[in-house]
């Protein structure tokens, strides 16, 4: 795959010829210094930026030949997403942010399934408090509970301790690894922290838009 911008003085390559597999159930970090490409490897991932070049397959679909519509639906229903920014919706309380995916997708039992999302972290307690009421690792969390809610095959976090101290980050990450080790889930994570990539399965290392190394745990 590859991937390059228009700009004023001409096309940037932001990803020049990856090829990578990733296995069901794998977890796998991708690191590199700032400029890399990782979180833009990670958005092509998550069909939320279409590759200039090469080809995409997630679950045996091909993301190249999806419309917007058809890539927000495979989202839906395929993937979780962790961001650095815990991207709350503020007017809503916890447990409305965590239903939020599974009512846009019509299932009926939303808010029990969000309840237990929140179980999961450890936030039961917090349903009812808005974003505003709670610490970062707490937003995080919630965020962590909605990507998780509707048992995506394929979790993908983009600095997701980037926001939070060493404590809040240290039991996120903790929090991460288990509920992938739990459910099973395919999850790739982007970081600066090599001892976090080192808790994944394989470390991919990016530099100027390449692939230049990966390592077994």
Do not use: W
């Amino acid at each position: 795959m590859s991937l390059s911008l228009q700009s004023n003085a001409g096309p940037v390559e932001i990803l020049q010829n990856i090829s990578l597999s990733i296995n069901t159930g794998e977890s796998v970090g991708l690191i590199g210094p700032s400029g890399s490409g990782k979180s833009s490897l990670l958005m092509l991932m998550g069909g939320l930026e279409r590759a200039t070049g090469g080809t995409l397959t997630i679950d045996g679909a091909n993301l190249n030949r999806m419309s917007e519509d058809q890539l927000a639906r495979f989202r839906r229903d395929t993937m979780g997403i962790v961001f650095q920014s815990f991207h709350l919706i503020p007017t809503m309380t916890a447990i409305e942010n965590v239903a939020t995916p599974l009512e846009l997708a019509g299932h009926r039992d939303a808010f029990d399934r969000a309840r237990d999302a929140l179980d999961q972290v450890g936030l039961s307690h917090r349903g009812g408090h808005y974003p505003a009421q709670m610490s970062g690792g707490e937003q995080q969390r919630v965020a962590l509970a909605r990507a998780i809610v509707g048992r995506p095959k394929l979790l993908l976090a983009d600095e997701p301790t980037g926001n939070l101290d060493g404590k809040n980050g240290a039991a996120v990450m903790d929090l991460m690894f288990d509920l992938q080790a739990k459910f099973g889930v395919t999850m790739v994570l982007v970081t600066h922290d090599p001892a976090l990539a080192d808790r994944c399965d394989r470390t991919i290392r990016l530099s100027d838009g390449t692939l230049m190394q990966e390592d077994a745990a």
